[in-house]
């Protein structure tokens, strides 16, 4: 049993005949995946061996970590979709749709930190006036 090998095979699959189109682009996609496994295989080896950690352990974290950026994101879009978008921001369903979130959860998506995150990323204010006041900051 190769574990990093599994590993790498469950993280980045080989895409199968019909999965590319066009059709001619799938040996290039292949070839494409077959390097990524590789180099994920050799990051994950090289975390293992500094860490003197189980790769499986290792790698549950890496998707963790992922899942909760990709949460991020969603939240600091979200924001910018209801706060920047001028005076008619983006209504909730449409949101809600393509975040697979409900049109309640999206006011609740995201507060004023990520408001705040999202005015520091484009260099300006947020457009609508429902804008929430600034995050206090935590004591330390």
């Given at each position: 049993?190769?574990?990093?090998?599994d590993i790498t095979a469950i993280r980045i699959p080989l895409p199968?005949?019909?999965?590319?189109?066009?059709?001619?682009?799938?040996?290039?996609?292949?070839?494409?995946?077959?390097?990524?496994?590789?180099?994920?295989?050799?990051?994950?080896?090289?975390?293992?061996?500094?860490?003197?950690?189980?790769?499986?352990?290792?790698?549950?974290?890496?998707?963790?970590?992922?899942?909760?950026?990709?949460?991020?994101?969603?939240?600091?879009l979200l924001a910018y979709g209801r706060e920047f978008h001028g005076?008619?921001?983006?209504?909730?369903?449409?949101?809600?749709?393509?975040?697979?979130?409900?049109?309640?959860?999206?006011?609740?998506?995201?507060?004023?930190?990520?408001?705040?995150?999202?005015?520091?990323?484009?260099?300006?204010?947020?457009?609508?006036?429902?804008?929430?006041?600034?995050?206090?900051?935590?004591p330390s």
């Open positions: 049993m190769d574990l990093i090998g199968q005949p019909g999965d590319v189109t066009p059709q001619e682009l799938y040996p290039d996609a292949r070839e494409e995946a077959e390097q990524a496994r590789e180099d994920y295989a050799f990051a994950l080896e090289a975390q293992r061996d500094d860490l003197q950690e189980d790769p499986l352990l290792i790698a549950l974290g890496n998707a963790r970590a992922a899942r909760e950026a990709a949460d991020r994101e969603i939240r600091h005076e008619r921001p983006y209504k909730l369903e449409p949101l809600a749709q393509a975040s697979g979130m409900t049109p309640s959860g999206i006011r609740t998506a995201y507060g004023s930190s990520e408001i705040e995150t999202v005015a520091r990323g484009i260099g300006r204010t947020p457009d609508n006036r429902r804008a929430r006041p600034p995050a206090t900051q935590e």
